[in-house]
Structures are given as C-alpha cells and as structure tokens.
C-alpha cells in the first residue's frame, strides 16, 4: 500500500479547517439557491447548529476526531432524519449542496469519487418516503 493510502479521507482532504470550510460553504448554499428549497424549509431558520452538527459528524465520519459522539453520544442518523419527510427530491437537494461545496474545495479525483459515492449512499439511506 502506497503511503497516501493509509492516510484517512479527513486527513487527505485537510483536516479540520478545509472540513469547516466544506460544511459552512454546503449550507451556504442551501440556504441561497432555490435548486435546494424543499431542503432548506426542513431546517431551522438559524443554520449555525445545523452546520456545527454536521461538521462534527463528518469529522468523525471520515476518519478525524470522532467529536459528534463525544458531545451527544451515537448518532443514529436515520431514526434522527425521521421526522422530516424525505423523498428522492430531497436526497438529491442534500447531494447538490454537497457537490457543489466539494466542488470548490481541491481534492484528488480518487478521494473526490469516494467522497460522493459515500455521501450519496449515505443520504438515499436517509430517504423515508417511496418517492
Ligand atoms: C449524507 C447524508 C446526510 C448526513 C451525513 C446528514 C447529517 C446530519 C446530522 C449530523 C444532523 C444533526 C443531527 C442532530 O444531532 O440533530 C442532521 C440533521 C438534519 N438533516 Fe441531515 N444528513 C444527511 C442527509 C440529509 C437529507 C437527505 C436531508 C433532507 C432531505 C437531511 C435533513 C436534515 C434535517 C432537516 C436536519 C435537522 C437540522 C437541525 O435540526 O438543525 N439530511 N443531518
């Protein structure tokens, strides 16, 4: 194994700042583009618990400082999600927002694919509705 590879997706993609940056820049965008409106109206008014949320899961989630669990215990994502109705209009205005704030951020192609692949298996396993 080559020694990039043993390095986990939060190190390769820079740690905690380029993480922060990420997070702050995906609600940004849900918050400002239309494309991501059924999602937005789902949230809170104020996003800033929303992102600090996020961000602290997707810390541990990738391999950094598992700092979710160390604040409010195991995440149970889905049983989380269960309130909000969400249907495959809804994963995909999640994944928009992801994408496009990945986009911005630069990342090899190779930790890029995986990255989106594991979002979108994340966020279809979050869908609650048929549709
Ligand atoms: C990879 C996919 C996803 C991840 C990693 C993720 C992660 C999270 C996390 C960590 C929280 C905070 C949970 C808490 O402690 O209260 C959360 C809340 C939430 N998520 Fe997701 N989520 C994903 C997909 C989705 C999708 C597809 C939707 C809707 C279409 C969604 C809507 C929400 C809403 C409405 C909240 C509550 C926000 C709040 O109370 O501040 N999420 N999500």
């Excluded at 602290?56 to 309130?83: N, T, V």
């Excluded at 109705?85 to 951020?105: F, H, K």
């Amino acid at each position: 194994m080559s020694e990039v590879n043993q390095l986990t997706p939060y190190q390769m993609l820079g740690g905690d700042a380029v993480l922060k940056q990420l997070v702050d820049r995906f609600y940004q965008i849900m918050d400002q583009d239309p494309k991501a409106a059924e999602v937005r109206a789902m949230h809170p008014e104020d996003l800033t618990v929303s992102a600090e949320k996020l961000y602290m899961f997707l810390s541990g989630w990738m391999g950094g400082p598992d700092l979710y669990i160390e604040k409010y215990g195991h995440p149970m994502l889905r049983a989380r999600h269960m309130p909000f109705p969400i249907d495959s209009q809804g994963r995909d205005q999640w994944m928009y927002c992801m994408l496009t704030a990945m986009n911005e951020v630069p990342m090899e192609d190779a930790l890029r694919l995986q990255l989106e692949q594991a979002f979108f298996r994340t966020a279809d396993f979050m869908r609650n509705q048929d549709a």
